[in-house]
């Protein structure tokens, strides 16, 4: 949460918050959807895909859509657009991540069936830079996307609507 | 009407700081007619202007600005650059602060007698007691309108609270309640009572709560002798040939270097900035920096022992609820060496909302383990540690090789958990979790400490020069008219939230120095 990054990352949240709706990753990992196809893109099709696959793999939510993790992806791929680096930072390391998917017997990360696969390739390179920037970019890309926040049973915001003294600070009956 | 001084008026006390210390140091000589400009490093955010969003309220309000870290706290590997989270804004972290209110006990004044010898551990007892303090406590407490005191009743407790109580009470604690909280319970001091908004930390949208910035710096401009500058980072002090203070050099809002003269200052930039505006003063008089002839400045930086438990339960808690920090248990708080550890720690409630959960959970931490916390992020239920650390020479705030963008050196602050603090804070993870167990948790987490709310002792108080860097009232042993008035002067930390000690030595240290102002002395 150093803030340097932060106030990067929150312009790109805003940013990237718009235009995804129509996006559906498909079961072979190709993400399709108008809107998706019209955007401007760093990543390759197949290296966006898998990191959408890890960010889940890092913090997985059954209930939250693949959109959800895209949109946080998205950060990062907008960034790449800019630097040459993060570029390749995330192309070799998807890259590492298929190769070591290939080890297990896997054609790629993304299409690895078993999850526990996949988690242990990600714990293998828990230290590595590219993980670090696509696991941190999540604690700020992923949990602070508004819209996911009721899924999680937070309110966010209660000034405007009085704060909650007459809504239900107190309404616990079970203990 | 706020006075605006000329940058050439000597006459006046020039604050470095709004917060707790300053910002009631300011307006309290103001009262007493003394000319008073405060220089606030932070811009002016009013209560209308403060924003119900972690993310977005700490961009408005949290000091950013980059700051080095090293030992061997875990803060340090998870927020290198972001040691401390507190407040760049007219009000300090009073702006922040959840608003807990508590008296230090009377062996906390005196840790080197009731400890003994510590190893590793560089206890003293400060130069006052607390029958010296307690009239100070008084008026604090009555200018705050802290909860449970003067006849003034406790906040309602909330989700949080219950759950908290509720196990406490199981495993057989007696002193819990809703705090001795400074948010108003009823409506006071033309400010509401709260409305249970939830976002004390992120500046309290109803007025409710206590800071500088609502319930002290309006009454002291009324006055027409206090101005808060805003937006003006002071680099350094200067002196004379005799060694008297004789004003600050800021930068101002653009950046350009202005200078302040004063007959007296006083420094309450928080206990990371205090120690570094003190070393960057230095000059062929002071060498080692400004009243720094103890080599103490800088040095026993506090933290406070803190820790957070968070339980997960079968049914909704909705923690973040209402006030965040309404809730106490303080039958840990007492020394008791039999535990394994001296000093003693508070359980007060807290809650974190879903982005900040994510962040300060457990950072780093990642896999299904920890989205299953946060997928129960509703059933959760949440309390804090906050326990009297060890001071230790080697844990201090330095001037780094880095300079920030005025040329000023960045500081380093270095903290070593002491054995006494792992100790207790093993102690209260196990106790927490008990708490919650005690009522049905499916779950308990051990939350690693948050970067530093309550920094504290870099200019420790002290009887004697050599011990310290300020006597009893917060001057400077070396600089008859340099002060300090904010956390940076506590000998040792006490188990308690440190804003009702800052604030009842400021208006203590305001009383002092009106006093020799009025007797030609200052």
């Known amino acids: ?175 | 009407m706020a006075a605006p001084y000329d940058l050439n008026d000597d006459g006046v006390v020039v604050i470095v700081g709004s917060g707790a210390g300053g910002g009631t140091l300011g307006t309290q000589l103001a009262l007493k007619g003394i000319d008073t400009v405060i220089l606030e490093a932070g811009a002016r955010h009013e209560t209308w202007d403060f924003i119900n969003d972690e993310w977005d309220s700490f961009s408005q309000l949290a000091w950013k600005d980059k700051r080095r870290t090293s030992g061997d706290w875990r803060v340090s590997k998870d927020f290198p650059n972001l040691p401390a989270w507190i407040v760049k804004s007219v009000g300090g972290s009073t702006v922040h602060w959840a608003g807990a209110s508590l008296r230090f006990q009377e062996h906390e004044f005196k840790t080197k007698t009731h400890y003994g010898d510590v190893a590793g551990a560089s206890l003293m007892d400060w130069p006052i007691d607390l029958t010296e303090m307690e009239p100070w406590y008084a008026k604090a407490e009555g200018r705050m309108g802290v909860t449970r005191t003067n006849g003034l009743p406790g906040l309602p407790g909330n989700n949080n609270f219950k759950v908290m109580e509720a196990g406490a009470k199981k495993i057989g604690y007696k002193e819990v309640h809703t705090g001795r909280m400074a948010i108003n319970s009823v409506p006071r001091d033309d400010r509401s009572s709260c409305l249970q908004i939830g976002f004390c930390f992120q500046g309290c949208k109803s007025g409710a709560k206590w800071s500088t910035l609502v319930a002290e710096i309006p009454k002291g401009e009324a006055t027409g002798k206090l101005e808060v500058r805003p937006e003006c980072m002071v680099l350094r002090i200067e002196h004379d040939a005799a060694g008297k203070v004789t004003g600050v050099v800021y930068a101002d809002k653009e950046g350009r270097e202005q200078r302040q003269k004063a007959r007296i200052v006083a420094v309450a930039g928080n206990s990371i900035e205090s120690p570094r505006l003190l070393l960057n003063s230095h000059s062929s008089k002071f060498p080692d920096g400004l009243a720094n002839s103890s080599g103490q400045v800088g040095r026993n930086y506090m933290r406070h022992t803190t820790g957070s438990v968070y339980g997960i339960f079968e049914k909704p808690v909705h923690m973040y609820r209402g006030t965040t920090m309404a809730g106490i248990i303080r039958d840990e708080a007492r020394h008791d060496p039999g535990r394994g550890f001296v000093g003693g720690y508070e359980f007060e409630t807290l809650s974190l909302g879903l982005p900040f959960m994510a962040a300060f959970l457990d950072p780093g931490k990642w896999g299904r383990d920890f989205s299953s916390a946060m997928d129960n992020y509703r059933n959760m239920a949440g309390m804090w540690i906050v326990g009297e650390d060890m001071p230790r020479a080697e844990n201090r705030v330095t001037l780094s090789d880095e300079t920030d963008e005025h040329g000023m050196p960045i500081p380093d602050v270095h903290f070593d958990d002491h054995e006494n603090d792992t100790a207790m804070r093993k102690h209260a993870y196990g106790q927490g979790k008990a708490i919650y167990d005690a009522v049905g948790a499916v779950r308990v987490i051990e939350t690693p400490p948050y970067p530093s709310t309550h920094n504290l002792g870099t200019n420790r108080m002290s009887e004697k020069p050599e011990d310290g860097v300020v006597n009893r009232f917060g001057q400077a042993h070396d600089v008859a008219n340099l002060f300090v008035s904010d956390g940076s002067q506590f000998t040792t930390g006490a188990a308690e939230n440190p804003t009702l000690t800052i604030v009842a030595l400021a208006l203590r240290q305001a009383d002092h120095i009106a006093g020799r102002m009025s007797r030609g002395e200052l």
């Open chain 1, 1 to 175: 949460m150093r803030q340097s990054t932060l106030a990067t990352d929150r312009r790109g949240f805003l940013k990237a918050g718009a235009g995804l709706l129509a996006m559906t990753i498909m079961p072979s990992g190709l993400v399709v959807g108008d809107a998706w196809a019209q955007m401007p893109r760093s990543t390759k099709p197949e290296t966006f895909a898998a990191l959408v696959q890890m960010s889940r793999d890092c913090y997985p939510h059954d209930a939250l859509k693949d959109a959800s993790y895209a949109k946080a992806v998205e950060i990062l791929d907008e960034a790449a657009r800019s630097s040459e680096a993060d570029l390749a930072l995330l192309e070799d390391g998807v890259a590492k991540l298929n190769k070591a998917a290939g080890d297990k017997g896997g054609s790629d990360y993304a299409s690895l069936a078993n999850e526990a696969d996949r988690a242990a390739i990600l714990e293998a390179m828990a230290e590595d830079p590219f993980f670090q920037k696509v696991r941190s970019n999540l604690v700020v890309g992923l949990y602070n996307q508004k819209d996911l926040w009721p899924v999680f049973g937070y309110e966010g915001a209660s000034a405007d609507q009085g704060g909650y003294i007459d809504r239900g600070f107190n309404d616990l009956d079970w203990v």
